[in-house]
T-cell receptor, first 117, second 113 residues
Framework: GAVVSQHPSWVICKSGTSVKIECRSL??????MFWYRQFPKQSLMLMAT?????????EQGVEKDKFLINHASLTLSTLTVTSAHPEDSSFYIC?????????????FGPGTRLTVL | DAKTTQPNSMESNEEEPVHLPCNHS???????IHWYRQLPSQGPEYVIH???SNVNNRMASLAIAEDRKSSTLILHRATLRDAAVYYC??????????????FGTGTRLTIIP
């Protein structure tokens, strides 16, 4: 099946700094990608929908100025956590679907574990 | 999308079949039943989906009740690598173009060697 990668797989940063997470579709083009966040022992929560060439659509309660999303190409979306704080420590996961494919063609990245000290 | 209810956790012995239940009493006629699983420290992966008829693929089988108010994911012969959180998700056919998924709490499956 298709592959979605994320980079980095883990990152530790100091409070107040910004962190960029990349999500790439390696062998297909994705006009839409999704960003999820998962706290320990909890389920995935959708943060935003990333649309190539346009602004992201954020879920209710997600601060768009804090979680900047850029979908600059059909294979790359980035999530930047600005001025990170310890409460932003979480597992961030992206997903994308092969265009025109069925439900079995939605692929998730391996996740990025962010720890803010 | 309609809500699903799953047990928080289940245990099974290695090399035995596992039946993971999901209740979805408010399912509508156009809701498809999807199962995803999330291995430890990884992103979710698709397992199987169905509408009315039972479905089989290389990973699992999906048994859907006649009234569609419940379903069961069947792992025929569990291995240690099947230890994961299994999510049962309903998706309206009309929303297939909207790829975002709403995850519930899922069932944490533990496999006992």
């Amino acid at each position: 099946g298709a592959v979605v990668s994320q980079h980095p797989s883990w990152v530790i940063c100091k409070s107040g700094t910004s962190v960029k997470i990349e999500c790439r579709s390696l062998d297909f083009q994705a006009t839409t990608m999704f960003w999820y966040r998962q706290f320990p022992k909890q389920s995935l929560m959708l943060m935003a929908t990333s649309n190539e060439g346009s602004k992201a659509t954020y879920e209710q309660g997600v601060e768009k100025d804090k979680f900047l999303i850029n979908h600059a190409s059909l294979t790359l979306s980035t999530l930047t956590v600005t001025s990170a704080h310890p409460e932003d420590s979480s597992f961030y996961i992206c997903s994308a679907r092969v265009p025109g494919g069925g439900p079995d063609t939605q692929y998730f990245g391996p996740g990025t574990r962010l720890t803010v000290l | 999308d309609a809500k699903t209810t799953q047990p928080n956790s289940m245990e099974s012995n290695e090399e035995e079949p596992v039946h993971l239940p999901c209740n979805h009493s408010t399912i509508s006629g156009t809701d498809y039943i999807h199962w995803y699983r999330q291995l430890p420290s990884q992103g979710p992966e698709y397992v199987i989906h169905g509408l009315t008829s039972n479905v089989n693929n290389r990973m699992a089988s999906l048994a859907i009740a006649e009234d569609r108010k419940s379903s069961t994911l069947i792992l025929h012969r569990a291995t240690l690598r099947d230890a994961a959180v299994y999510y049962c998700i309903l998706r309206d056919e009309a929303n297939f173009g909207n790829e975002k998924l709403t995850f519930g709490t899922g069932t944490r499956l533990t496999i006992i060697p």
